[in-house]
């Protein structure tokens, strides 16, 4: 007889449950897991971002290097987070860590850019010794320009760049009794730079703003940019060769030089007379000129010492050049007789930071001669100045 086999059916419940208790464990271990990177995530972008979030009011929560920042945010965000907040702390540090200048610069423009996230924020200890050291070096409020008191009646002048030059009545007329400003005499100050990058930045009423403005080289100030650049204007340079160039040599053209001048109104008018001997002839017809049509401006001229002076403590720190710019000799000048310093205008790249083409100047595209300024090095000195909180550098649009 065939045995029919009888199946328990408690035989396969023990089975079955164990696979039932695996399965539950793994899930847990998972969760458990799952859960714990979440929270190491979430105290590691606290670490990054402590003292941050209770300040931006962005509610973004990453940290600032974090590869998922927004690159729209990076570009049109005005300082969110406090300048000396963790975050800020370490992008300062990336930008300070570039000790050389190179070719390709994309890494410093995407470090500048991730920059602008700081909220700009002055460093008194540092101003204050940057400040010292220019003045022990320079000294603007004795020797920025030739006066009578530093420069009196039958000195053999030296020029900057070799020879002398005796100083006969006629010629020591033209100078003021003693310098007309003191160390530290302006609180805001804003030096204007020529560079494209001020095109649709309109920062014109910011700039108005400064207690004083210093321009380069008797740049456009009308309607048709002012918006972008301001028209406020207190201390304004000539280079002599614009003289010579486009008012030839003003042995005629001096009434369409007289009405270029007038839109700077009562602004000092600068130009370097004693760099050296062709640019005495030029800068003599340029104050002559003034005079004869009565212009309210005063003209001076710069010491040749002080432009010697300039040119040695910036050797120093490493910006070698035939001749340092108009506009870091200004950033000089404003670090002697301004609290605060703020530039505009200045970007020495044939692209912005964030990459577009931009012309060389706002009011035309015609490029500097090479090899005569050393303009990328002088701007890399404004990065770090800016980042170490010695002056503000402007690259982005005012609000």
């Known amino acids: 007889m065939t045995r029919m086999a009888c199946v328990d059916p408690m035989a396969g419940r023990g089975t079955r449950g164990c696979r039932s208790l695996c399965f539950i464990f793994i899930c847990a271990f998972a969760l458990v897991a799952l859960v714990q990177q979440i929270l190491h995530a979430k105290n590691h972008i606290k670490i990054q971002l402590h003292g941050d979030e209770a300040s931006n009011g962005s509610g973004l929560n990453l940290p600032n290097n974090s590869p998922l920042m927004p690159a729209r945010f990076l570009e049109t965000s005005h300082g969110v987070f406090e300048f000396n907040s963790t975050s800020c702390q370490m992008l300062r540090k990336e930008i300070l860590d570039v000790k050389v200048l190179r070719v390709n610069t994309s890494e410093l423009f995407q470090k500048w850019r991730n920059m602008q996230l700081c909220k700009w924020e002055q460093n008194k200890e540092e101003t204050i010794n940057f400040m010292m050291s220019v003045s022990q070096c320079c000294n603007a409020s004795s020797f920025l320009f030739t006066t009578k008191r530093n420069t009196p009646l039958g000195t053999k002048l030296g020029y900057e760049v070799g020879g002398t030059l005796n100083i006969n009545p006629e010629i020591f007329g033209m100078f003021p009794d003693d310098m007309p400003y003191s160390r530290s005499a302006f609180k805001r100050c804003a030096v204007v730079g020529n560079g494209g990058i001020s095109t649709n930045s309109k920062c014109g009423k910011e ?88 212009s309210p401006g005063s003209v001076l001229f710069f010491h040749p010492q002080y432009l010697h002076n300039v040119t040695r403590f910036w050797k120093q720190q490493g910006v070698r050049a035939s001749r340092l710019s108009t506009g870091l000799m200004l950033v000089t000048i404003a670090m002697e007789l301004c609290e605060e310093v703020h530039l505009y205008g200045f970007w020495s790249f044939p692209t912005n930071p964030e990459g577009a083409s931009i012309t060389h100047h706002y009011y035309d595209d015609v490029k500097a001669k090479p090899g005569h300024h050393a303009m990328p090095l002088e701007l890399f000195k404004f990065l770090h100045m800016h980042t170490r909180g010695i002056l503000h550098l402007h690259t982005q649009p005012c609000s």
């Open 207 to 294: 700039i108005d703003s400064a207690d004083f403005v210093f321009r380069c080289n008797i740049p456009p100030v009308s309607a048709k940019y002012s918006a972008d650049v301001g028209s406020k204007t207190d201390f304004v340079t000539i280079n002599p060769s614009i003289i010579k160039d486009k008012f030839q040599s003003l042995d005629r053209w001096r009434r369409p030089f007289y009405e270029v001048l007038k839109s700077y109104k009562n602004a000092s008018v600068v130009l370097p007379p004693f760099h050296q001997r062709w640019n005495t002839g030029f800068s003599f017809r340029a104050k002559y000129t003034l005079d004869d049509f009565r």
